[in-house]
DNA sequence: AAAATACTTAAGTATATGCCTAACTATCAG
DNA sequence: CTGATAGTTAGGCATATACTTAAGTATTTT
């Protein structure tokens, strides 16, 4: 159950273009933030500021091993963020058919 | 389909409490401005602007009539951004399979 | 031990975001 | 017409975000 701060950051982190494209690079497997970064056109610095956000989210975790940090995607927080888009995308189709519904009987 | 900044707006559009309690309340059926601002602790001007986030977004739509104006959601978007956590979901799980078919672990 | 690698921290800047109040416009009701 | 209602616009402010470059700190590697 993810409370309402944990949604902010998770739907918040993937606002970003850069933090979605190191998303997808992490859904393929494991990578070092030097990895991450050669993808993206900016510092690594820069990178390492996403990597947080995408941590303090929950939708990523790092723990680094010698000097390499090694990140990796955690699927719980994607699979909650999902269900809440799902959970609305159903109240929303609930509803239309209770519209449908009372069209139909109400004439 | 969704490109990069359809993409950035509607998640970062999710990634503010307010504009997800607006969506809740529009996923119900339809509401006019004040009746999205009698819920939120905050002017209306500011409910505006988040909902001008949110129409921004592709996630509501409204038009006004007379002078009021009536917002609903906009099914499409939901879907999309649902599938793109989907679709990250399943490849992060392919990747769990072939890591386990790789150890062996399992066929 | 010296140099290279892989981050990490610090300091600074520019723009965006999230709010506010006040003042304005456009309808609708009596 | 007059006032109430519903929304809009404008101006301002405080904080957050997204970077930058420069200067560190650990770890390997040679």
Redesign the pocket.
């Known amino acids: 159950m993810p409370n309402y701060q944990e949604m902010d950051r998770a739907y918040?982190a993937l606002?970003?273009r850069?933090r979605r494209a190191m998303v997808e690079r992490l859904v393929q497997g494991p990578a070092?933030?030097?990895?991450l970064?050669k993808d993206q056109?900016?510092?690594?610095?820069?990178v390492?500021?996403?990597?947080k956000?995408l941590e303090e989210s929950g939708l990523v975790k790092s723990r680094?091993?010698?000097?390499?940090?090694?990140c990796e995607v955690v699927p719980q927080m994607l699979s909650e963020a999902e269900r809440w888009l799902s959970e609305r995308r159903q109240m929303w189709e609930l509803s239309l058919d209770r519209l449908g519904k009372y069209l139909g009987v109400e004439k």
Not at 32 to 35: D, T
Not at 41 to 46: G, K, V
Not at 64 to 70: A, S, Y
């Open positions: 918040q606002g970003d850069t070092s933030v030097s990895e970064a056109p900016m510092s690594l610095p820069a390492m500021l996403h990597l956000v680094k091993q010698g000097r390499v940090r090694t």
